[in-house]
């Protein structure tokens, strides 16, 4: 009797609530039935509960509260008169492709001189039996081969006297100072102080010009990328005495905090933040097509919104779904942390 | 449209800009968000707030296009009141003064003359029933602002909406046998808090022993 008593008391939770299984609970009822003591408990907890729910039933959310919000509901509609609202998405998104636009143009233009005019230094054959005419005479000693990123040999002798390989001759003189980061340059540079006829009609200056920039922008391009891909989490310091939402000091994650939840606010957004979301969100969704985010990006973004339990939510499946992924450790340090952050409150 | 749409469909309508479809999120969720604020935070003046600042976020969320949000991965309501959660929870970080057990002066604000109540002994007459219902109402309101934060979260979350427990241990961050473990001691708690009184408690005995 004792025994059954405490199982039925330990299970009153539940059976009071719903959310007793149909085998137990018919244990509960029956044992319910014939026993005095647990009856009243049960009838004092209903009665209990009872009482609470009549009197937050009678609780009246103030009026203008509801006017105040519906207000907002309205105003936050695209087709509504708020003029900043649809300009700032579009400019932003504009303005956005116009950052990425320059540099990725320019490199990809600067690429693509670098690519053609190597093309033609380094197999002058090639271009010359396509016909091209007025050319320098197809001797592969005298070609004005280019260096190509090897250790240039400071050949005195000139081009013809030098039977190098017929593609990685070595160019005299200015190559070497400029190999490192300007080898279109060095190439643009070779055939104007070699002085042949055929160099300025395919080395126009050009391929020195952009090259500069392409390297710029290319580093500028891996750096950020380098960047998103490390995992910079600072949660648990950032959660320390903050009110409010917490935002982690990583720099393409807080990018994500500042601009996420002060969506009104988006197009005043700082240069740098707006140009960081798109790459962070690009890096971590390598698969995402057509611009849906990706269960990884909603992730990271919930938890850059200090979204606690949803973002547990998501890192856990996650790891249920994808359980080999190769950012597993850093999906469960998250979790983890999301799990220290939800739980921390209540002190 | 046939039938009561779901949480999940009406916020998808809202998000394509059917503000009817927010209007009746709101009415569905406007009461049990109200009383939970209400009830935890315990000040009538920055739950209003708080109230407003829960559905900004929703708006915001919804129509703001970089961030499509909550995606119907955990229950719409499980989400709501994970914001409205830790709303409070912040805003009880900034409090400097954690309101006593007894509170006299801030809940009270739409309640009849509290203690006036307390004293009168409970009637045995049926028509005074209004009156032993109102003396009821009190003692319970006052118990329930009197839960430690921990158990009266779970408590207020569990009666004003229909959030089992399990989810409700998704909101707090806490196991669900931790969170079930909380909702019994905050029964027993309100269930002592009740005992004198007429109808509440032990074998239900007419008579009062006075205030509690």
């Given at each position: 009797m004792a025994a059954d008593c405490e199982q039925t008391r330990a299970r009153m939770l539940e059976l009071i609530y719903g959310e007793l299984p149909p085998a137990a609970r018919a244990e509960v009822d029956a044992h319910v039935a014939g026993c005095a003591a647990c009856r009243a408990e049960l009838a004092a907890l209903q009665s209990t509960r009872a009482l609470a729910r009549r009197s937050l039933a009678a609780d009246e959310p103030p009026a203008r509260a509801r006017a105040a919000i519906l207000r907002a509901a309205t105003a936050a509609l695209?087709?509504?008169?708020?003029?900043?609202a649809p300009a700032s998405k579009p400019s932003a998104w504009a303005w956005l492709r116009g950052k990425w636009t320059l540099p990725t143009f320019a490199t990809v233009g600067a690429v693509a001189v670098f690519l053609l005019a190597s093309r033609i230094f380094l197999e002058p054959e090639k271009t010359y039996q396509?016909?091209?005419?007025?050319?320098?005479?197809?001797?592969p000693a005298a070609q004005p081969v280019v260096p190509k990123?090897?250790?240039?040999?400071?050949?005195?002798?000139?081009p013809a006297g030098f039977a190098p390989e017929p593609s990685f001759a070595v160019k005299p003189a200015a190559a070497p100072a400029r190999r490192r980061h300007a080898a279109p340059a060095a190439r643009a540079d070779q055939p104007q102080s070699e002085g042949e006829q055929a160099a300025p009609q395919f080395a126009p200056p050009p391929p020195a010009a952009p090259a500069p920039p392409a390297a710029a922008g290319g580093d500028l391009l891996e750096r950020r990328f380098d960047q998103d891909r490390t995992?910079?989490?600072?949660m648990t310091e950032d959660r320390q005495?903050?009110?409010g939402a917490a935002t982690p000091p990583a720099a393409a994650s807080s990018a994500k905090a500042h601009a996420a939840p002060r969506a009104m606010k988006k197009a005043e957004a700082p240069a740098v933040e707006q140009f960081e979301a798109p790459a962070a969100a690009a890096s971590t969704a390598p698969?995402?097509?057509?611009?849906r985010e990706s269960p990884v990006a909603r992730a990271d973004r919930l938890f850059t919104q200090a979204r606690w339990a949803e973002a547990a939510i998501a890192y856990r499946e996650l790891l249920r779904d994808?359980?080999?992924?190769?950012?597993v450790p850093r999906w469960r340090q998250r979790l983890a942390a999301c799990e220290a952050a939800a739980r921390s409150p209540s002190e | 449209m046939d039938g009561p749409r779901d949480d999940e469909q009406l916020l998808a309508a809202y998000r394509a800009g059917d503000v009817a479809a927010f209007e009746a999120l709101l009415a569905r969720y406007e009461k049990p968000i109200w009383s939970y604020l209400r009830r935890f935070v315990r000040h009538d003046e920055a739950a209003e707030d708080l109230l407003q600042e829960v559905f900004l976020r929703v708006v915001r969320d919804a129509q703001d296009a970089a961030a499509p949000?909550?995606?119907?991965?955990?229950k719409f309501s499980t989400w709501l009141f994970t914001i409205a959660r830790n709303l409070c929870v912040d805003r009880s970080r900034r409090e400097a003064i954690r309101r006593a057990a007894?509170?006299?002066?801030?809940?009270?604000?739409?309640?009849?003359?509290v203690s006036l109540h307390d004293?009168?002994?409970?009637?045995?007459?049926?028509?005074d029933a209004v009156l032993a219902g109102r003396q009821a109402a009190a003692r319970i309101d006052r118990a329930i602002a009197a839960l430690p934060d921990d158990q009266r979260e779970v408590f207020l979350m569990r009666e004003v909406t229909e959030l089992p427990f399990a989810e409700i241990a998704v909101v707090v961050g806490a196991s669900e046998p931790t969170v079930k473990s909380r909702m019994r001691y905050a029964l027993e708690k309100l269930r002592a808090a009740l005992?004198?009184?007429?109808?509440?408690?032990?074998?239900?005995?007419?008579?009062s022993k006075g205030a509690g």
């Open positions: 695209p087709a509504a008169p708020r003029p900043a396509r016909g091209r005419e007025g050319l320098v005479p197809p001797e990123a090897e250790p240039a040999e400071p050949a005195g002798a000139g995992p910079a989490f600072g005495g903050s009110a698969r995402a097509a057509g611009g994808d359980p080999r992924n190769p950012e | 949000g909550w995606k119907g991965q955990a007894s509170l006299d002066a801030a809940t009270d604000e739409g309640d009849a003359p004293r009168i002994p409970a009637p045995e007459r049926p028509a005992a004198d009184l007429a109808g509440a408690g032990g074998a239900g005995t007419p008579e």
